[in-house]
């Protein structure tokens, strides 16, 4: 059931006519008008999905960008690793050839080791 609100006067101004005949004359042009509303409430719609769709598409390039630069800093970083283990068993090797030949002594010795202990 529709319900149909109008003002006092209009009302009036419709007495005496066939009120069921206006509304089926008039029905074409109010679907028509529903219509048309109906799509631009679509379109509008279409729009901020567009919208909101570039918005994901460009956080989603900057999430692989900093992906990218974290896995490039972690390669970096492992390598950097690797480096200072091999410098620092190079190290360790020299210092145990001077400790057994002689040439280092004891105080540095027992320091070294204290600070490779902790």
Known sequence: MVEIILPREKFKSLKGKDVKALI?????????????EREEF?????GKLEEK??????????LREFY??????????MAERDK????NEELRKRL?????????????????QKVHKS
Not at 68 to 77: F, I, Q, T, V, Y
Not at 96 to 111: A, H, L, P, Q, Y
């Open 53 to 62: 769709l570039h918005e994901m598409e460009n956080q989603l390039g900057e």
């Open 96 to 112: 145990d050839e001077k400790r057994s030949s002689g040439i280092v002594n004891d105080s540095f010795t027992e320091r070294e």
């Open 42 to 46: 679509l379109r509008e719609k279409i």
């Open 24 to 36: 089926e004359e008039n029905l074409p042009k109010v679907e028509e008008t529903l219509r048309a």
């Open 84 to 87: 200072l283990r091999k410098e």
């Open 68 to 77: 990218e630069n974290a896995l490039r800093d972690k390669e970096l970083m």
